[in-house]
């Protein structure tokens, strides 16, 4: 007999809303969205929990996981007062606040296990009434005038509106040919967890448990924390990223060694990392959210916060949409795509001059303690990119060179 969330057991009928995948834009639309009283499937094709990377959150993402009634249980989040920039070569470091940003962003976020999180966020559509299917992988799926629809193994179901939230797998923009290359960020990414970190290791991460963002000539390092003694360590490299590469480098350096006496390293994982846009991230009766309309390098830690930002404002267009019988209207989502296409454009062009220019050692490296314009760097770090009072989000929107992609 099928259990709760397998494929054999999805009812045979028209969906308001489909959505393929329950990451934490996949989720977060869901339940936005089954909150409000529409009814949803999300067609998974993993079963939870499952490891995922992308484990620290910002500031920016919290209020729609407040609006979820996601509790932030000791068990799965740790809290993150800000980052800590670090250069080994020179010894410099420098931290950086959420406290210090400009007024009006949460000042706290989280890291945070991503199986245990993908799985409370999934938890929590299910609560607001979203149906969630396992094991189910979409191969194909279609926006049409009268309607969507998705198939999986053979089976077609059918909705009034299409979500694609499938991660890097970034189905739809694969099956439109629409997902456009950024160029001279990172490319690939090793990473490892290890468990059992001693309690000197653990008096050292805190009380702040800053990410650690370790600046180095072959790419860059994070160090995260995350509950039960765990930490996680990554490295990502413009080139291909290795485990000697890992393991000579960031693992061999202070930082990470000293952290790490006596505790056990876990798998290691090596992902391609190429940052993208979906050149149509919106269409009549569609929109992609999270790492399927947009994935950038991960260096500020931008991904899963974008992703519930994203998910907020589709389902806080499409819901109403659907009561009315506008969720076809071809002009519906063009607002939440100018304001998404801020915030891509807002961390693309910070992380461009991270890897391009000498912002690493002069802006997080340098000692810029009290300097005037620090609350809006802050800002940007805390994701609070939809302001515009924020003069170093305005520069980096207004300067000229924005060589990072493909096509203009
Ligand atoms: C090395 C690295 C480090 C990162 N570090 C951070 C970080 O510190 N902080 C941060 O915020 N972000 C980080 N990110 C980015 C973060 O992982 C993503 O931005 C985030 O997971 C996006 O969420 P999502 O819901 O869009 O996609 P995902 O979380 O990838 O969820 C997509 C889901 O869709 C499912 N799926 C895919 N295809 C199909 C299909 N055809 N049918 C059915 N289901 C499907 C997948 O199984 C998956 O569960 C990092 C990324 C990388 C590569």
């Given at each position: 007999m099928s259990a709760p969330g397998?494929?054999?057991?999805?009812?045979e009928r028209d969906w308001d809303v489909l959505v393929i995948g329950a990451g934490p834009g996949g989720s977060a639309t869901a339940g936005l969205l089954a909150q409000g009283g529409h009814s949803v499937l999300v067609l998974e094709r993993e079963h939870f929990p499952r490891f995922h990377i992308g484990e620290s959150l910002l500031p920016a993402g919290l209020g729609v996981l407040a609006r979820l009634g996601v509790e932030p249980c000791p068990e799965t989040f740790v809290p993150k007062r800000g980052a800590r920039f670090v250069c080994e070569a020179t010894g410099r470091s420098q931290a950086f606040s959420f406290?210090?940003?400009?007024?009006?962003?949460?000042r706290s976020a989280w890291h945070v296990e991503r199986a245990r999180f993908d799985t409370l966020l999934r938890d929590r559509a299910r609560a607001h009434g979203a149906t969630v299917v396992h094991g189910v992988n979409v191969d194909a799926a279609a926006a049409e005038a009268d309607g969507v629809w998705v198939e999986a193994a053979g089976r077609r179901y059918r909705g009034r509106f299409l979500v694609d939230a499938s991660g890097q797998s970034r189905l739809c923009a694969r099956l439109g040919g629409t997902a456009e290359p950024y160029h001279r960020f990172g490319s690939s990414a090793v990473f490892t967890h290890y468990e059992g970190l001693s309690d000197e290791a653990m008096a050292e991460l805190g009380p702040d448990f800053d990410i650690r963002i370790v600046v180095r000539s072959d790419g860059w390092g994070w160090v995260i924390p995350l509950t039960g003694k765990r930490l996680s360590v990554g490295l990502v490299s413009a080139g291909r990223a290795t485990q000697t590469m890992l393991e000579e480098g960031l693992l061999a350096g202070p930082l990470v060694s000293g952290l790490t006496r006596g505790a056990r390293r876990l798998d290691t994982h090596v992902v391609a990392n190429y940052s993208y846009r979906n050149?149509?991230?919106?269409a009549p009766r569609f929109a992609a959210v999270g790492d399927a309309a947009c994935f950038l390098d991960p260096v500020f830690s931008s991904g899963v916060t974008l992703a519930l930002r994203a998910a907020e404002s589709v389902a806080d267009c499409v819901g109403p949409a659907l009561d009315q019988g506008?969720?076809?209207?071809?002009?519906?989502?063009l607002a939440h795509g100018e304001s998404m296409e801020r915030a891509y454009l807002t961390f693309a062009a910070l992380i461009d001059r991270f890897y391009n220019t000498q912002i690493a050692q002069?802006?997080?490296?340098?000692?810029?303690?009290?300097?005037?314009?620090r609350p809006g760097v802050m800002s940007v770090l805390a994701g609070?990119?939809?302001?515009?009072?924020?003069p170093f989000q305005e520069m980096l929107l207004g300067a000229k060179r924005r060589p990072a992609r493909a096509k203009p």
């Open positions: 397998e494929r054999g057991l999805v009812p406290d210090e940003a400009l007024d009006g962003c949460s050149a149509r991230p919106v506008r969720e076809g209207d071809p002009e519906l989502l002069t802006l997080f490296l340098g000692n810029v303690e009290g300097m005037p314009g609070d990119v939809w302001r515009s009072d924020n």
